[in-house]
């Protein structure tokens, strides 16, 4: 599985690889998709989207023929993947292109991953795949290992979720809980806010941990790799409406442990 972090749409449609993940936020994952499919068909511009012309406004406003958006509201359920069963079973026209872009990708079950994993893998001629997911670490690995894999560059963390950051930057004892909850009481973080400073610092410890080992470090290797445990192990809860903070709280004590 690639990954890679976009920088431009290089993909022609002869490039194209069967399935692709967006990983990122939820909008921008939408945003990209939608300018990764105008930048294919637009013909006013080559390689880039004018997003002017009536083929790039039907593919914005989903209504292009070449586009199957599918956005259930909450978890998907075999039924929201009908129109995409049905589409695929007609054979296209050679140079006719087809695209399915999914959102909330990490909310299929495996049901429901389960009916398209053969279209993913061999899918009929001139058919492609977009899953949308914040995280790629939601997705089903049956998906997850078909797809290329495009981690969208991170929205801007605010300066109020930098402060909380700030918090992370160092494992193990630390005296500062009381500093901490009240920088958490001011910045009266999201859940989504939440999930974004877990991806952050995961991207960041991540590096850390690269940089330690390339210094022979292990020392900080070590503790690279016991903050990206904790890390990870934490997403592993679902986070609930109204538990950002009580998660972070969480967080922060088993980091200084
Ligand atoms: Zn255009």
């Known amino acids: 599985m690639d990954t890679q972090t976009i920088t431009s749409y290089a993909y022609d449609w002869h490039s194209l690889p069967p399935a692709l993940l967006f990983a990122g936020n939820r909008h921008d994952v939408a945003e990209h998709a939608t300018s990764l499919l105008q930048s294919l068909w637009c013909t006013a511009k080559k390689n880039t989207a004018c997003t002017r012309c ?15 958006w599918v956005s259930p509201q909450k978890g998907y359920t075999l039924d929201d993947l009908d129109g995409v069963t049905r589409a695929i079973s007609f054979a296209l026209d050679p140079d006719e292109h087809h695209f399915f872009v999914l959102e909330n990708a990490d909310a299929l079950s495996p049901a429901c991953a389960n009916s398209l994993l053969k279209s993913v893998e061999e899918p009929p001629a001139g058919y492609h795949f977009i899953f949308l997911c914040e995280r790629p670490d939601g997705i089903l690995p049956t998906i997850r290992s078909r797809s290329t894999l495009i981690r969208l560059a991170h929205a801007t963390v605010s300066c109020s979720q930098l402060e909380i950051l700030s918090y992370f930057q160092e494992c193990g004892n630390y005296e500062g809980y009381a500093h901490f ?66 998660f972070l709280k969480n967080l922060f004590l088993q980091f200084h442990a």
């Open 54 to 68: 009536s083929t790039c406004t039907r593919i914005a406003q989903r209504q292009w023929h070449g586009l199957t």
């Open 181 to 246: 909850v009240r920088a958490l009481e001011t910045a009266a973080v999201t859940e989504r806010e939440c999930a974004d400073i877990v991806d952050a610092l995961i991207n960041a410890w991540s590096e850390r941990y690269k940089e330690a080992i390339v210094q022979h470090n292990e020392e900080g290797a070590a503790q690279a790799r016991h903050a990206l445990a904790l890390l990870r192990t934490s997403l592993s809860h679902q986070l609930m409406p109204g538990s950002a903070k009580l």
